[in-house]
């Protein structure tokens, strides 16, 4: 990983996590875990790009064991913050994690599911993103799970809005086989966009896709807040639809993230 996201530790609940369309966004993930983890044989799980461990706390109240890793050393410590806030250290370990240069002997147990939520698979290159679908066959049990949630190379609102600003390289900025600085509050980060079938491909020798679901495709990205917390009934009808929607693996290309669910054959 090429920069940490210390900066952004403080400020990315209220930015994010906590935003409507965070919130709403996260709630479509969730529904779709509580389907899957039922499934699982066991109740260990390895969250990479764990951010400030919203996630992690959210599988803990359900019973499992997480090991929260991320790159930011200040993410990590906002996760253990909330494990202790919320009493949950016995479940929760943070752990630092660069996804450049995972080995499966860091650890000394096997995941019955691995979990990626919100893009932080796209800060990582295709070659390493390939390595990283090799690795993750050994941190896992037998019939364990890989989750990610990834942002495609497409995204509907995200080309209309700037279209619409008369902004057309932002417009079509994803569309492209290379690196993409993104700006992250005040600090420019790569970033790399990857399309379901990608993931696919570069995971078919291992996994088998269970699913893929859209996420964020009529609810629109987080930084159209302002616009939407205006109207709150339009906002009301565009995640009725969005539960509508998430169901078409075929529109998992099109949305602001897709969520791909990897079993291990």
Known sequence: MAVPFDHIATSYDSHFTRSIIGQLQRKQ????????TPQLNG???LELNCGTGEDAILFSEKGFNIVATDVSEEML??????ANQYSMQNKITSHYLDLDSVDETVFDKKFDLIFSN????????PESMQKLL????????????????IMPKFCLWESLYFILKFRFFKAFRRWTSTDVMADLQGV?????????????????????????????LALPPSYLEKFLIKRPGLL???????????????????????LIDLRLK
């Open 29 to 36: 993930v969730w529904s779709y875990l509580e389907k899957v």
């Open 43 to 45: 109740l260990e799980i």
């Open 77 to 82: 410590k906002i996760t253990a913050q909330k």
């Open 118 to 125: 919100f893009g932080g698979l796209n800060c990582i290159s």
């Open 134 to 149: 090799r690795k993750i066959p050994g941190l896992l049990s037998p019939k364990g799970r890989f989750v990610g949630v």
């Open 188 to 216: 420019t980060v790569k970033t790399w966009y990857y399309r379901p079938g990608q993931i696919k491909e570069w995971s078919k020798n291992d996994f088998k896709c269970v699913s893929t679901r859209p996420i964020g």
């Open 236 to 258: 009301h009808r565009l995640d009725v639809l969005e539960k509508k929607l998430n169901h078409f693996e075929i529109l998992s290309g099109m949305a602001d993230h897709y």
